[in-house]
């Protein structure tokens, strides 16, 4: 079975930096494409970073594009976001996700994921 676990969330200022982790067992990261998605309160859940399963491409919504990193490290298993110049607006639960997809492009839709976390909460205070 496939596990993601989140973690690094948290009260930050307006400028402050974040780090998100995500654990994965059950399946290696070096074989899944990988993503982040956010979820603010009354909104929909969109789309933040992706990688491709090579690691080869990554994408990253305009929103965050400059500020936000996705990496992962395949010793550990995990993924990350590091967030830096944090904004009110990026205030949202975050996910993260695998997908079997072997794409050459990082995957973008939340229906072409396959395993979820169970988010953690970001809170940017201004």
């Known amino acids: 079975q496939v596990h993601l676990v989140e973690s690094g969330g948290g009260l930050v200022q307006t400028g402050g930096s974040l780090r998100l982790s995500c654990e994965v067992s059950?399946?290696?990261?070096?074989?899944?494409?990988m993503g982040w998605f956010r979820q603010a309160p009354g909104k929909e859940r969109t789309f933040v970073a992706g990688?491709?399963?090579?690691?080869?491409?990554?994408y990253y919504a305009d929103a965050v594009k400059g500020r936000f990193t996705i990496s992962r490290d395949n010793a550990k298993n995990t993924i990350y976001l590091q967030m830096n110049d944090l904004k009110p607006e990026d205030t949202a639960i975050y996910y993260c996700?695998?997908?079997?997809?072997?794409?050459?492009?990082?995957?973008?839709?939340?229906?072409?994921?396959?395993?979820w976390g169970q988010g953690t909460q970001v809170t940017v205070a201004s």
């Open positions: 990688m491709n399963w090579s690691g080869g491409n990554i």
């Open positions: 996700t695998l997908s079997s997809l072997r794409t050459t492009v990082a995957v973008s839709r939340a229906r072409e994921y396959d395993y």
């Open positions: 059950g399946r290696t990261v070096t074989n899944s494409a």
